[in-house]
């Protein structure tokens, strides 16, 4: 038996439920009851509770919240328990227990193992637990694309490795292909750009800047504008410290200092404090010495040459014709000229990048063309099984004659990529173009399933595919809402004893209307409403024994206490107990 099983599901507000309690067990599990009684609201409840989309018309009237709460048993290892554990739930003994909430606003919450997560995490779950098959998924199955998940996924590894190196040389051509696009596209803008840089680059080289010019030139021009008064007050200065040639006889700082000098030196060992000032009289008679010598050295070398000056302003204005277009000063400018330098080079750089990328892409399309093909071969062979497999199984849903096949082609584009010699269109999951076909008797050309198969027909391909998987690629619990729809009599007998025969390697629940199919049920729940119209707590039950067979008469002949109805439904309940 499976590894985990959907024990219990608790259902309130929703819909016509009041407060029910679904108890269900391994193997095969019938739901039924009167039509409009709320049998579907056990799969409306098992979608919410595994990631389904929230409605608030699903909630009963007048209360503010509708409630599913499930228990799972979830065998240790499994990787619905690890993604559970993953997502913070704690297992309790091995069950794990979700919950969903939806508000009458239209709110959702959810629960797993007591933890508040995303309603995205129920829904990672249900991959992994629940198989959920309605007349809905009955119109998918109708899809090309879903009928080619279908074919892969029951080709498993063989066609994962081939999709996974296409699906990954796919991305690379597509993100290559968008480069080299976005680069031929802007060529034009990459020239202008790069037209603007050369200019700017040229202006800045015929100037020559260097770092901190600026700076230096406007100290320059400073001092050459006002070199007479420089020098005059150099002059002067240089006169009272160290005395004018022109009046010998005049007083200046140094002679006095020396002079004051010369008293403190005499008398200086007559007392600390006057040696004292003595010392730092010595060091300002030194300093004024410095002074003198410097100003004397200055008024020399200043140059008041108007030439110098002229060309001076003539260098800071061409600095200046840079500075307003590149920078703020000439540190900024010759940061922007390296820069510059680098994005020019990069876009000179963008023809040899679109030589390579073109190289690339051309190469990645023929990688792509021989994966491409390694994948049809793939899918094809798996699909002459699958059809194989599928066919047999409809023999045994009373279609004998049936027969099930693949079409797998491609649509011709000259944008595409090369498989057989032809250019054909390509997509993230390969070439190929899958549909399932459907020839219902001998003679009958095979159509697909979306034009040659009734509702009947089309009930018993879904099922014969979920058992084909069943093989292959198992999930715990399968759940069926109308997968007899359309179906009658002997192929209704049929699909209760393939529905009873997949239940014995995984958990089946089935919502039916059909006695036959009910009949092979290892358990038979009933769903009925009280007289106010509401499913309560005691509306849903476990039909054992003379309950079992009166509800199986009821479903045969619309009387409980028919006697023939009776007799049929205990001959049929007796043809299953022989079959098990």
């Not at 067990?25 to 389904?52: C, H, N, Q």
């Not at 309790?92 to 009458?104: F, K, P, Y």
């Amino acid at each position: 038996m499976v590894g985990s099983v959907l024990e219990e599901m608790r259902i309130r507000s929703l819909g016509v439920i009041d407060d029910a309690v679904v108890e269900l067990s391994p193997g095969f599990t019938a739901v039924t009851g009167e039509t409009g009684a709320g049998k579907t609201m056990v799969v409306t409840s098992l979608g919410l509770l595994l990631g389904g989309r929230a409605d608030a018309a699903l909630v009963r009237i007048g209360a503010k919240a509708a409630v599913v709460e499930g228990r799972i048993s979830v065998s240790a290892g499994a990787p619905a328990a690890v993604r559970a554990e993953e997502a913070g739930a704690e297992l309790e003994d091995g069950t794990l227990l979700i919950s969903r909430t939806v508000s009458a606003e239209g709110r959702s919450r959810a629960h797993i193992g007591g933890r508040s997560v995303p309603v995205g995490v129920l829904a990672e779950l249900a991959d992994e637990l629940v198989a959920v098959h309605g007349q809905t998924d009955q119109q998918g199955l109708l899809r090309p694309a879903r009928q080619r998940a279908a074919l892969d996924r029951y080709a498993g590894g063989a066609v994962t490795g081939p999709h996974a190196k296409y699906a990954a040389a796919y991305r690379r051509l597509r993100a290559v292909s968008t480069e080299l696009d976005t680069l031929i596209t802007r060529a034009r803008e990459r020239a202008q750009e790069a037209d603007l840089l050369r200019f700017g680059l040229n202006e800045i080289a015929a100037v020559e800047p260097r770092p901190g010019e600026d700076a230096e030139l406007s100290a320059e021009a400073e001092r050459l504008g006002h070199a007479e008064a420089l020098a005059s007050a150099a002059s002067l200065a240089y006169g009272a410290l160290a005395g004018n040639i022109e009046d010998p006889e005049g007083i200046d700082a140094t002679t006095l200092v020396a002079g004051a000098g010369r008293a403190l030196d005499a008398v200086r060992s007559h007392d600390p404090a006057l040696a004292g000032l003595a010392d730092r009289m010595g060091e300002i008679s030194i300093l004024l010495g410095d002074v003198a010598g410097e100003l004397a050295g200055y008024a020399d070398n200043l140059d008041a040459d108007p030439l110098r000056l002229a060309a001076v302003e003539e260098r800071r204005a061409a600095l200046t014709q840079l500075t307003r277009k590149y920078g703020a000063d000439v540190t900024a400018v010759l940061a922007w000229a390296e820069e510059g330098a680098q994005r020019l080079t990069e876009l000179e750089g963008d023809d040899d990048r679109i030589g390579e990328l073109t190289a690339e892409r051309d190469a990645l399309r023929d990688e792509l063309s021989g994966l491409a093909q390694a994948l049809t071969d793939t899918r094809t062979e798996a699909a002459a099984r699958f059809a194989d497999a599928v066919t047999a199984e409809l023999a045994s849903l009373a279609m004998p004659h049936a027969r099930v096949s693949f079409d797998i082609r491609q649509t011709e584009d000259p944008d595409g990529v090369e498989v057989d010699g032809r250019l054909v269109a390509y997509g993230p999951s390969g070439v190929d173009e899958v549909e399932l076909l459907l020839a219902p008797h001998p003679g009958a050309p095979p159509r697909p399933i979306a034009k040659g198969a009734s509702g009947g027909e089309l009930s018993r391909v879904m099922l014969a595919v979920e058992v084909v998987f069943a093989g292959t690629d198992p999930v715990p619990t399968y759940l069926f809402d109308e997968v007899d729809a359309g179906v009658g009599g002997k192929a209704a007998v049929e699909i209760g004893r393939r529905l009873a025969k997949l239940a014995k390697s995984a958990q089946v629940v089935v919502v039916t209307h059909l006695p036959q199919v009910a009949a092979f049920a290892d358990r038979q729940l009933l769903v009925e409403k009280t007289n106010d119209g509401t499913v309560t707590r005691s509306g849903v039950t476990v039909l054992e024994g003379e309950d079992r067979v009166r509800e199986l008469s009821r479903m045969l002949a619309g009387q409980e206490d028919s006697q023939t109805a009776r007799a049929h439904a205990e001959e049929l309940l007796a043809t299953a107990r022989a079959d098990g």
